[in-house]
């Protein structure tokens, strides 16, 4: 096949079109004199995010860390609840089910709960961002583990390997295509934890100044806080897609046939 | 001549949950001799799957024994079987080498040995030099190559083989059929081989069971009189015509 022009590539089209959309937005807030409260331009957002660096920067910590680990807390609990609720089909007929109804409850009208039981500082956030992420990852890791082929689990039957064996050999990585793609949805879900959380009660964080800024009709740094908060969101996806590539290949290969 | 394996009145009845009994399997008695390649031969639903899944231990029966070299199936023989499904059920995050030694590694067994002697496997099924390729990389009929390598790599006495050659095109097929064939005559392993082939059957058994659904029974035992080795050519003999045509009419029936 000859090799495409740079031009047409797919990561060059989306450059393109973002580029083509941040100047659309410049022009017409220019054009039509749109003041910075109610819309910044993206040259305005950049210059706030270059003048309040260092008050962004302290919040980005707080709020990047809430997510990080909320996130990685949800990450074990699930793979590990959903291993045992893989593996025990009274557990599925009982928690599972129990857990997907709780699912139907809008996770954000626990927030004010939460800091009624867990107080206000960074446990209450830490738990926001848990629940969000935490039944995305159980339910793949559940359906990861029940669809190995009939044939793989015969295999290890007739291969006379142990429960374990057959956990660590063959089950748990055959179901991890399943499981990323659970984890790639709570990623982007921790963002929205760690903000609700933080909209709720917080005295620092992304959240508190997109709040804050927004009362006080500061558009650019409102919008900053949005910016950071987005490429947050991203960077984790990238991170789990990238670990995607890395740990599980053959997965991609078969999506790409 | 003792026989390697013996069935003796295997019956397996399945409870739906409507705790409705279905007769997957009614009074089944069997002998595979030593050395012997067995073909199994039936529509679906005759029960050929759950006489291999009872054999390799996967299930067992609701009634009758089966005895191995002369004693009662039990976990220790499982070591002295092999299975080749019809998929052939690679671990796609394993490079065909390491798919192969997944027995061993399972077992416990010193991985290096294996080693040298996975490559010979693989010099036999004829993909030499694709040890460090992932099964992804291979066609359809080079992982079931792969998979009777796995098969073959734990040294088994019975080699239990379900439908192994239904999802290839009919080249790739003939030319497993041969290989498996040149394999058997080189390892000297028994095969227990089934399919819903009658020609794959003749071609290739010594014998061929024939068996009938609702419930799945042994119809017939067929003994097959053509010389080997065994040739494409004798394909189109009159001996063969004759064996596969005495087998077909125990389906016209039904």
Redesign the interface.
């Known amino acids: 096949m000859p090799k495409k022009p740079f031009y047409h590539t797919g990561s060059f089209l989306t450059f393109l079109s973002f580029g083509f959309v941040l100047l659309l937005w410049e022009v017409l807030t220019r054009i039509f004199k749109i003041p910075k409260w109610l819309l910044p331009g993206p040259t305005l957002i950049c210059r706030e995010l270059w003048n309040s660096a260092g008050i962004l920067w302290q919040n980005t910590l707080v709020t990047g860390s809430e997510i990080v680990q909320g996130f990685v807390l949800a990450l074990i609990g699930g793979i590990v609840l959903g291993t045992i609720i893989a593996y025990s089909p009274f557990l599925e007929k009982t928690l599972y089910k129990l857990l997907a109804a709780t699912q139907a409850m809008p996770k954000a009208a626990l927030a004010p709960l939460l800091v009624i039981w867990l107080g206000l500082g960074h446990p209450a956030k830490l738990a926001m961002v848990f629940l969000m992420c935490f039944f995305p990852v159980m339910v793949s890791m559940v359906t990861g583990l029940q669809s190995t ?1 009939r ?2 689990l ?8 142990n429960w374990l ?1 057959s956990f660590l ?2 089950r748990f ?2 179901a991890l295509p399943y499981l990323i793609s659970g984890v790639k949805v709570a990623a982007s879900l921790s963002v929205v934890g760690a903000v609700i959380s933080e909209f709720v009660n917080a005295d620092k964080g992304l959240g508190y100044s997109l709040l804050v800024s927004a009362a006080q009709l500061n558009g650019p740094l409102t919008f900053a806080s949005v910016v950071i908060l987005a490429a947050l969101g991203v960077m984790l996806f990238s991170l789990v897609s990238l670990l995607e590539k890395l740990i ?1 290949p ?1 997965a991609r ?2 999506l790409d046939k | 001549m003792k026989p390697l394996l013996s069935l003796k009145g295997v019956e397996k009845i399945y409870q739906t949950e409507s705790r409705e009994e279905i007769i997957a399997l009614s009074k089944i008695d069997l002998e595979i001799n030593d050395g012997e390649f067995l073909a199994i031969v039936g529509p679906s639903g005759c029960g050929k799957t759950t006489l291999l899944k009872l054999i390799s231990g996967v299930l067992t029966p609701t009634d009758g024994e089966i005895y191995f070299a002369g004693d009662a199936l039990g976990i220790s023989h499982r070591k002295l079987l092999a299975m080749v499904f019809q998929q052939p059920a690679l671990l796609p995050w394993r490079n065909v080498l390491n798919n192969i030694l997944l027995p061993c590694e399972l077992r416990g067994q010193d991985l290096k040995t294996y080693t040298a002697e996975s490559l010979e496997l693989l010099k036999l099924v004829g993909l030499e030099g694709f040890a460090y390729r992932k099964p992804q990389e291979l066609s359809y009929g080079m992982q079931q190559r792969v998979a009777i390598c796995r098969a073959l790599i734990s040294q088994p006495k019975l080699l239990l083989m379900d439908e192994p050659f239904a999802s290839l095109d009919t080249f790739t097929r003939l030319e497993l059929t041969r290989l498996l064939l040149e394999i058997w005559s080189l390892k000297k392993q028994t095969v227990l081989f089934v399919t819903h082939n009658i020609q794959e059957a003749v071609y290739l058994a010594d014998r061929v069971v024939v068996m009938t659904p609702r419930p799945g029974r042994i119809a017939a035992i067929v003994d097959v009189n053509l010389p080997r080795p065994r040739t494409e050519e004798q394909m189109y003999s009159e001996d063969f015509s004759k064996c596969a045509k005495t087998i077909h009419q125990f389906f016209r029936k039904l």
Not at chain 1, 154 to 161: I, K, M, N, R
Request: net charge negative.
């Open positions: 082929s044939e793989l015969e295999l290890a039957e007739v291969l006379g390997s064996q050999k063959i990585p055959a599980c053959w290969s078969s």
